[in-house]
C-alpha cells in the first residue's frame, strides 16, 4: 500500500513539474511571440468623424471619413448605463475581474470544443474584441486569437477599464459604414445614445456580434431575435427583471436608417474646413434656437415662392457671439440654392443703413431726434432723391422721418455728413460695407441702398447701436478672441437716440408696435428684402429674395421681412427687453424746446429745394396689360398677396379691384391684395381730389 501511495506521489510531482514546464514554455513562447509584435497603433481609437457642437455639446453637424463612413466620438459618460450593463453581461460579465484575457471563459471554450467537436463560444473578452477592432485581421486562427489575447494584456495594462470600454464603444460595428455605438445610436434611433430605451440598448449590444446579417434596416426580424437573446441572458443574470425585458421584446426594431443631424451647415463646414486638423469643433451656435430658426425661414420662404430663400442672423450683443447663423432656407434644396449661404453673400441693403445716417448727424451735433427736416422735392446736383412712394411729406422731425423711412431727408443729412466720412466711419468700427467696382468716389446714393452688405455685417452693426455704438466682432467658436479694438462707430447719446427712434417705427401686421428697435430696407428692382432690429440682449437680420439675385415683382421688405423678423424675435420665448437710456441725453418733448442750432436742420444745406409740385395719380404697380404668375395652376402660391403700388396724387387714397374696395384712406402709396383665383382684374386707385387710375391684369 505505501509503495503505491509513493509511486502515485511520484507520478503527481512528475505530472506537475511537466505542466509547470509546459507552462513555462507556454509563457516563454508567449513571451518571445509578443517581443515580436510591433508596437500597438492607437490610431484607430483616435480617429473620429469630425463633429461640429453647438454652445452646450449638442451634436450640429457629422463628417463622413473620405471613405465614406461614421464614426462619432463617444465615451462611457456619453451613454446610458443600462446599455454598460447589458454589454457586459452579454459580453463579458467578468470585465471588471480580469486583466484582459479570461481564463474561466477560455477554459469554458476549449472544453466545449473538445466535447460537441465545433467552436461554441470564443472565450473573448471585450478588451479582446478592442484588440481585434484596432488590428483587424481576415484569418480566424489560433495565432490570431493569440495576438489578440496579447494585445488585450497589454492594453489592460496601458489603459483602464473605462478608457477601454470606451475604445469599444467607438469601434464596434454596426452594419453598412457604421462604426461605434453612437453613429448607430443616431443612425437607427434619430437619438444621442445616452437616451436609449432597454430595448434599443439591447438591439445596440446585439448587432456587432454580426453587423451585416442583423441589420435592422435589411434584416429586422434577424436583428429582433438578436435583441432578444440579448434580453434573456440579461434576465438570467439579474440585469433585468422578467416584466422590463417583456415589454422590451414588444417594442418594434427599426426598420431604416435615420439621416444624421444638419442644423447650421453652413457655419458648421465653414468652422470644420478652418481647422480641418481639429476633430471636435464647438460653436457659439444653440442648437434649439438654431432648428426654430431654419424652420421659420422654411416656412417664410415657401409662402413667397418655390425659388426664393431665407436667411437669418441671431447675435448676442453683450459677447457678439452668434447663437443662430441660417444661410438657407433648405440647405437640401437645389431649386432654392441651398448651398449658398446667403447670410454671406454681398446684397443691396436698400435703406437699412439709414439710422447710421442719423446717428452720425446726432453724433455731429447736426440734428437731435426732434430737429425740423423738410421732406420737399430736392435736388443735388445732378441728383434728385425721391421718396419710395413718390408723395413728400413736408416738414418733419428727425424722428418721424427715420421711421417713415423717408428718402430725402436721410440724403439731406448724410450731404452734411459727407458720403466718404459715412463709409470710412462704418468700416473703421468694423462693417464692411462694399462699394461696386466700376463706382467713382462715394455719392449720396449710399444712402437709399446703392452699396453692398452682408447680413452677417448688417446685425454686427444693429447690434452696435445696442452696445452703445461700439459695432462688435461676430464670433462663431466660443474661443475667438475679440481681436484688436476698433473705434465706437458713435457714443452712447447718439446710439441710443436711434435705438429710441427705431423702437417707434409701425410694426408690421404681425405684431404689436414698441417692442423691438428695427429696421427694413427693399432694394432697387426687388432683388432683396431685409430687416434688422434689437432689444437690449439680442440682435437679429434677416433676408429674403433669390439666391441667384434676379428680381421678385412685389417683394417689400415691409410686407416680406418685417414680418419675419419679428416671428424670430418671438421664438426668443422673452419679452424684448428696451436698450438703457444713457446719461447725458437732451430728452424734450417738441422741436421747439431744442437749442436754437438743432431746432432746424441748418440751412446752408448743399441740396436746391424745388417748389412741390402734386404728380398725377398713377399705378405704378401692377402695369397695365400684365400677366402675374400667382402659381394658381399648379396649387402653390408664388406670392401670399399681390403687391399694389401708386405714384402721385393726393393723399388718402382707395383702392377697388372690379369696383370693389379693398383699401380705404390709406395714408400710404403701396398696399397689397389677396386675390382668390386665377383670372382677369380691374385694379384701380382714388386719391383725395377724386383723380383715379385704372389698370386690367391676368392672373394666373
Not at 434644396?333 to 454671406?344: K, L, P, Q, T
Not at 468700427?429 to 463706382?439: L, Q, R, W
Not at 426668443?572 to 428696451?578: A, D, K
Not at 398725377?616 to 402653390?636: K, N, S, W
Amino acid at each position: 500500500m505505501m509503495g503505491a501511495a509513493a509511486r502515485m506521489r511520484r507520478v503527481l510531482v512528475v505530472a506537475a513539474l511537466a505542466v509547470a514546464v509546459i507552462v513555462a514554455l507556454a509563457g516563454i513562447g508567449v513571451w518571445r511571440f509578443a517581443a515580436t509584435l510591433p508596437q500597438l497603433d492607437l490610431t484607430p481609437v483616435r480617429q473620429h468623424s469630425a463633429v461640429v457642437l453647438d454652445r452646450n455639446g449638442t451634436l450640429l453637424r457629422a463628417f463622413t471619413f473620405d471613405d465614406g463612413r461614421w464614426r462619432l466620438p463617444a465615451t462611457v459618460a456619453d451613454v446610458d448605463p443600462r446599455f454598460i450593463d447589458l454589454l457586459i453581461a452579454y459580453e463579458d460579465r467578468r470585465f471588471h475581474a480580469h486583466d484582459g484575457v479570461d481564463p474561466l471563459a477560455v477554459g469554458r471554450a476549449a472544453y466545449q470544443m473538445l466535447t460537441s467537436g465545433r467552436i461554441v463560444s470564443g472565450g473573448s473578452t471585450l478588451t479582446m474584441q478592442v484588440a481585434r477592432l484596432m488590428e483587424p485581421r481576415s484569418e480566424r486562427s489560433f495565432k490570431a486569437k493569440l495576438r489578440q489575447a496579447v494585445r488585450a494584456v497589454e492594453l489592460e495594462r496601458r489603459f483602464s477599464k473605462a478608457e477601454i470600454l470606451s475604445f469599444y464603444l467607438n469601434l464596434a460595428p454596426y452594419g453598412g459604414n457604421l462604426e461605434g455605438v453612437r453613429a448607430a445610436s443616431l443612425a437607427y434611433f434619430g437619438k444621442e445614445p445616452r437616451r436609449l430605451s432597454t430595448a434599443e440598448a439591447a438591439l445596440l449590444v446585439a448587432l456587432p456580434q454580426s453587423p451585416e446579417a442583423r441589420r435592422p434596416d435589411r434584416s429586422p426580424a434577424r436583428a429582433r431575435i438578436a435583441r432578444d437573446r440579448v434580453l434573456d441572458r440579461a434576465v438570467e443574470r439579474g440585469v433585468v427583471s422578467a416584466a422590463e425585458a417583456e415589454a422590451a421584446r414588444a417594442a418594434p426594431v427599426p426598420d431604416a436608417r435615420r439621416p444624421f443631424p444638419m442644423l447650421a451647415p453652413h457655419v458648421a463646414q465653414e468652422v470644420r474646413d478652418a481647422r480641418p486638423e481639429a476633430g471636435v469643433h464647438r460653436t457659439t451656435i444653440d442648437a434649439g434656437l438654431q432648428a426654430s430658426m431654419e424652420a421659420l425661414a422654411r416656412e417664410a420662404a415657401a409662402r413667397i415662392g418655390p425659388y426664393l430663400s431665407a436667411a437669418i442672423v441671431v447675435v448676442d450683443n453683450a459677447t457678439g457671439e452668434v447663437r443662430a447663423h441660417v444661410g438657407a432656407a433648405d440647405y437640401g434644396a437645389a431649386e432654392r440654392a441651398g448651398w449658398v449661404d446667403a447670410a454671406r453673400a454681398v446684397r443691396s441693403p436698400g435703406s437699412v443703413l439709414k439710422p447710421f445716417i442719423y446717428a452720425m448727424a446726432f453724433e455731429a451735433g447736426l440734428a437731435h431726434p426732434e430737429t425740423i427736416l423738410e421732406d420737399r422735392p430736392t435736388r443735388y446736383g445732378l441728383y434728385a432723391p425721391e421718396n419710395f412712394d413718390q408723395t413728400f411729406q413736408g416738414t418733419v422731425t428727425a424722428r418721424k422721418a427715420l421711421q417713415l423711412s423717408l428718402n430725402i431727408p436721410a440724403v439731406a443729412l448724410l450731404a452734411e455728413v459727407g458720403p466718404v466720412q459715412f463709409l470710412t466711419r462704418l468700416r473703421a468700427s468694423g462693417v464692411a460695407v462694399e462699394m461696386p467696382k466700376d463706382a467713382g468716389e462715394p455719392g449720396l446714393a449710399i444712402a437709399l441702398g446703392g452699396l453692398g452688405l452682408r447680413l452677417t455685417d448688417m446685425a454686427a452693426a444693429f447690434s452696435g447701436l445696442a452696445r452703445g455704438g461700439a459695432v462688435p466682432v461676430l464670433r462663431y467658436r466660443p474661443d475667438d478672441g475679440e481681436g484688436a479694438p476698433r473705434p465706437a462707430f458713435v457714443g452712447p447719446v447718439a446710439a441710443w437716440y436711434v435705438a429710441d427712434i427705431l423702437r417707434g417705427a409701425p410694426a408690421p401686421h404681425n405684431a404689436l408696435p414698441g417692442r423691438i428697435a428695427y429696421k427694413t430696407g427693399t432694394s432697387y428692382g426687388y432683388r432683396d428684402a431685409v430687416a434688422a432690429g434689437f432689444d437690449r440682449h439680442t440682435t437679429i437680420a434677416v433676408w429674403l429674395g433669390r439666391p441667384d439675385g434676379g428680381a421678385v415683382p412685389g417683394l417689400l421688405a415691409r410686407n416680406t421681412a418685417a414680418p419675419l423678423l419679428f416671428d424670430a424675435f418671438a421664438r426668443l420665448g422673452r419679452e424684448p427687453v428696451p436698450v438703457v437710456a444713457p446719461s447725458g441725453r437732451l430728452t424734450v418733448s417738441t422741436s421747439a424746446s431744442l437749442p436754437p442750432p438743432l431746432r432746424h436742420l441748418r440751412r446752408d444745406a448743399p441740396g436746391t429745394i424745388l417748389a412741390t409740385v402734386t404728380a398725377p395719380l398713377r399705378i405704378a404697380y401692377p402695369p397695365d396689360g400684365a400677366v402675374i404668375d400667382l402659381g394658381f395652376a399648379d396649387g402653390a402660391g408664388l406670392l401670399q398677396s399681390l403687391a399694389l403700388k401708386a405714384t402721385g396724387g393726393a393723399l388718402p387714397l382707395t383702392w377697388l379691384v372690379d369696383g370693389k374696395p379693398v383699401q380705404q384712406g390709406s395714408i400710404r402709396r403701396e398696399t397689397s391684395w389677396q386675390p382668390d383665383g386665377a383670372g382677369f382684374a380691374r385694379l384701380s386707385v382714388i386719391d383725395a381730389r377724386g383723380n383715379a387710375d385704372h389698370v386690367n391684369v391676368r392672373l394666373r
